[in-house]
């Protein structure tokens, strides 16, 4: 079994940054590519980033390029999402969650692409 859990959240002024972490135990950790989702209240999940298993290759959400960053560092089995001038739509649930094929690549933006999944932390940014 593979747990991920995300911290990190909370909330902060429009223009501020939080720094979100997530993570992992289980399984291997580093052989994956990760991802983060977000999820308002009635709504639809969306996805906002990930990143491939080394790190090398990553991918953005329109809406969040060039306000935010994922890294990973796999010796400590975390993955981050620094965001920057967030905005009150960036209001959500943020969800961490891993790539269902090892090796995988960043590419993936589907939520049905991964199989394990957070338990979300919540990102709450005020006007």
């Known amino acids: 079994q593979v747990q991920l859990v995300e911290s990190g959240g909370g909330s902060v002024q429009a223009g501020g940054s939080l720094r979100l972490s997530c993570a992992a135990s289980g399984r291997t950790f580093s052989g994956y590519a990760m991802g983060w989702f977000r999820q308002a209240p009635g709504k639809e999940r969306e996805f906002v980033a990930a990143i491939s298993w080394s790190g090398g290759d990553t991918n953005y959400s329109g809406s969040v390029r060039g306000r935010c960053t994922i890294s990973r560092d796999n010796a400590k089995s975390t993955v981050y999402l620094q965001m920057n001038s967030l905005k009150p739509e960036d209001t959500a649930v943020y969800y961490c969650?891993?790539?269902?094929?090892?090796?995988?690549?960043?590419?993936?933006?589907?939520?049905?692409?991964?199989?394990?999944w957070g338990q979300g932390t919540q990102v709450t940014v005020s006007s």
């Open positions: 969650a891993r790539d269902r094929g090892r090796w995988g690549t960043s590419t993936r933006t589907s939520q049905y692409e991964y199989d394990y």
